[in-house]
């Protein structure tokens, strides 16, 4: 059974830094693209990032490119994202997502997710 548990959420002020972290059991994790996305009070989930099994690249929406980097650590099952400069545009809850295929627009897994929130 894949599980995905996210931690590291939480409050900040506007500018300030945050580090989100997924755990990840079940499947075999170096063989799966994972993903995070967002989801805004009134709003629809949307994409923030991706880093693909195969190549280790990676996909950011334009809102966050320059400010958040996803990174993951095959040896320990997690997948992180450092989000920097972070603006109250960026307050949501945060999922963590994965997939087995490398192209993965539509995750097949997702995590419980963690709250961010970004004061003025």
């Known amino acids: 059974q894949v599980q995905l548990v996210e931690s590291g959420g939480g409050l900040v002020q506007a500018g300030g830094s945050l580090r989100l972290s997924c755990a990840a059991s079940?499947?075999?994790?170096?063989?799966?693209?994972m993903g995070w996305f967002r989801q805004a009070p009134g709003k629809e989930r949307e994409f923030v990032a991706r880093?693909?099994?195969?190549?280790?690249?990676?996909d950011y929406r334009d809102s966050v490119k320059g400010r958040f980097t996803i990174s993951r650590d095959n040896a320990k099952n997690t997948v992180a994202l450092q989000m920097n400069s972070l603006k109250p545009e960026d307050t949501a809850v945060y999922y963590c997502a994965a997939d087995p295929l490398d192209y993965a627009v539509r995750f097949d897994y997702w995590g419980q997710g963690t709250q961010v929130t970004v004061s003025s």
């Open positions: 079940g499947l075999t994790f170096s063989r799966f693209t």
């Open positions: 880093i693909r099994w195969r190549s280790d690249s990676t």
